[in-house]
């Protein structure tokens, strides 16, 4: 889903196609909403986050069977910057405390359904 | 020894539609531990007690485990395994439920293990069968509840602010003293309180000791100005009232007579290092403050050590 968020990002792209791969319902909301923010400021995204995920919990009773996730992602080499090249000051990345819901749809497709990512310096 | 550094989480997301749904189960006579009919259970209670030694604070008691409800439930379940805060008793996942929280979540490396959970209402007895939970432990789950319980319990006293000139006399019913100013303010804490302090939580057999240590404090004099320092040298009379102290001091400028009340309030907050160990781990929590402030009046004129005779004006 990061992937897909990212790659939107450069473009910027609050419908590109991977998003709804990746992730629906209030986590695809959420990245839509803050894509087109993105665009309308006539901002793009550069650079890459560094991901390292971990599993805390499965919900087999649930339908569609879920599993929490933590993550601690590092977004220091990320930035924004308008679009049109006119200057812009965005805030510092840094280590994001991170989590997620994703849900197994069907044999081997796998989505995230809802996440939260915290402040800079929360991990 | 294993050595863990980690947040202690809660998550209450099942919690909610479980309790609710728990409503008409009959009670069963053989619920091995209802703390709603038997308080008393060891099991549904753990106990606080002050470890001894020489840290000194520390306070001794009980305490348990509450739904969201605010009721009394089991911490520890000895079928179930232990509460996980969120509707759930967890035990380490073997044979067949590790197989399915594997298939369902992958395979996770030691130091941490797939717990399975036990969902239901130890209160009306409810344990719908299907329904499990698997969690990911690194340390046993009954750690880490009892290592919140025993931080809770540390309780953390308020510093006692000293000053020279005595501002905040130890003996209430002493009068305090201004200070002046340029003449150089001793701030310290009282010795009694910087001490650190400990708490240990135990339940069937586990037993976990937070220790609370204080670290640096944080004095507000009132007059704008803040300063860091460790617990502070304490004056004695012998000591010259004009020398500064070595450690810890503040030299107030202007006098408080437009300060609300004609005082300033001077702040303490000591910050506190929280750790915890027992049951084959230990930690380090985020730390703790306490805080106490008194009024002190700062004036003008200096009113101490001038005498017609002196000489020195």
Known sequence: ?123 | MLRTRRRLMTVGLLATTLLTIAVSASADVIDPVNCVTDPTNPACVIQIGDPGGGGGGGSSGSSGCRNEQGQAIPCFIPSKGWYGGDGCWYKRAQGAELDAAEALGGKVDPPVYWYVGSCGDPITNFWPANLVRFRVYGVEPGVELLAQDAIRHLNLPRPAIRLNPDSSPTDPTRRAVPQVVFVPTWMWIDPVVWAPRSATASIAGLSVTAVGTPTTVTWSTGDGHTTTCGKGTPWTSGIDPKAPSPDCGHVYTVPSRNAAGGKYTVTATITWRVTWSGGGASGTEPALTSTASVPVQVLEAPAVNTRPAGGDR
């Not at chain 1, 510092?92 to 800079?120: L, M, N, Q, Y």
Request: charged share 20%.
């Open chain 1, 1 to 123: 889903m990061w992937q897909a968020y990212i790659e939107a990002i450069r473009i910027p792209d609050p419908n590109y196609p991977d998003l709804a791969r990746y992730s629906q319902a209030d986590a695809l909301n959420l990245l839509v909403r803050g894509l087109t923010t993105v665009q309308q400021q006539g901002l793009v995204g550069q650079g890459d986050v560094t991901l390292n995920p971990s599993v805390t919990a499965a919900n087999p009773n649930t339908s569609p069977p879920t599993v929490e996730l933590k993550d601690c992602v590092d977004t220091s080499k990320t930035r924004l910057v308008k679009k049109d090249g006119s200057p812009y000051q965005d805030t510092p990345g840094g280590k994001r405390s991170a989590k997620a819901t994703v849900a197994r749809i069907s044999d081997g497709v796998w989505k995230v359904t809802e996440f939260a990512i915290f402040g800079v310096g929360t991990c």
